[in-house]
């Protein structure tokens, strides 16, 4: 399993072409996303099938890119009306995602401060 992001996480929603290469997907990060690649922020790609995904990582002076294949199943990946929009979701949405999960729907336990006990 990947690392946590420190930064942002964005789903570029909608279909890539998983054959792109990494310079490909930061230049469709700046151009379609209007972000910036360089940073650190996670964006993550899904193809047609939804059975693969790419996660573009920068790292101190240069990029990771992740690949991750299904053999079966395919990844709850979000609907758009629009081409593709980069759709900010939350490092544990991420897993979720990852893990097969309906992200979108889940209902998590949410953080408390300040929890005075009587």
Wanted: net charge positive.
């Amino acid at each position: 399993m990947i690392t946590t992001p420190s930064g942002q996480v964005y789903l570029a929603t909608g279909v890539t072409d998983m054959r792109k290469s990494i310079n490909t997907l930061a230049l469709q990060v700046e151009d379609v996303l209007a972000l910036d690649p360089v940073g650190p922020h996670w964006f993550v790609f899904c193809n047609r099938g939804r059975d693969k995904l790419k996660i573009l990582q920068w790292d101190t002076n240069g990029f990771w890119l992740h690949y991750r294949r299904l053999e079966t199943g395919r990844f709850q990946w979000p609907n758009h009306p629009k081409d593709t929009i980069a759709l900010e979701v939350t490092a544990r949405q991420l897993r979720w995602l990852l893990d097969g999960l309906n992200w979108q729907n889940a209902a998590a336990h949410q953080p408390l401060n300040g929890l005075k006990i009587s």
